[in-house]
Nanobody, 125 residues
Framework: QVQLVEAGGGLVQAGDSRRLSCTAS????????MGWFRQAPGKEREFVAA????????GYGDSVKGRFIISRDNAKNTVSLQMNSLKAEDTAVYYC??????????????????WGQGTQVTVSS
């Protein structure tokens, strides 16, 4: 059974940094794209960042570009999201996602087959 488990969420102050991690089990995603999405109350799920199978290519949503950095460690089957200069509007549940079919950067939620349960990030201003 494939599982994605996020960690690292919590309450932070505006301007602070936070690192989220996601560990996959049940299969390797070393040849597949992985990504992060987020969903705030009353809003649709939003693309945050994605990374290609080998980490050579990355993509970011406009609202986080220049502040967030996605990375992966295929040996550990993990993907991380370094969040810097956090703002109140970054408050959301953050979801890790893994694709079964794609190896390049994907920005649409329907291109990912596997999802974590989510981790809450709350940014206090």
């Amino acid at each position: 059974q494939v599982q994605l488990v996020e960690a690292g969420g919590g309450l932070v102050q505006a301007g602070d940094s936070r690192r989220l991690s996601c560990t996959a089990s049940g299969r390797t995603f070393a040849a597949n794209a992985m990504g992060w999405f987020r969903q705030a109350p009353g809003k649709e799920r939003e693309f945050v960042a994605a990374i290609s199978w080998n980490g050579a290519s990355t993509g970011y949503g406009d609202s986080v570009k220049g502040r967030f950095i996605i990375s992966r460690d295929n040996a550990k089957n993990t993907v991380s999201l370094q969040m810097n200069s956090l703002k109140a509007e970054d408050t959301a549940v953050y979801y890790c996602a893994a694709s079964k079919s794609w190896y390049s950067v994907r920005e649409r939620a329907d291109e990912y087959e596997y999802w974590g349960q989510g981790t809450q990030v709350t940014v206090s201003s």
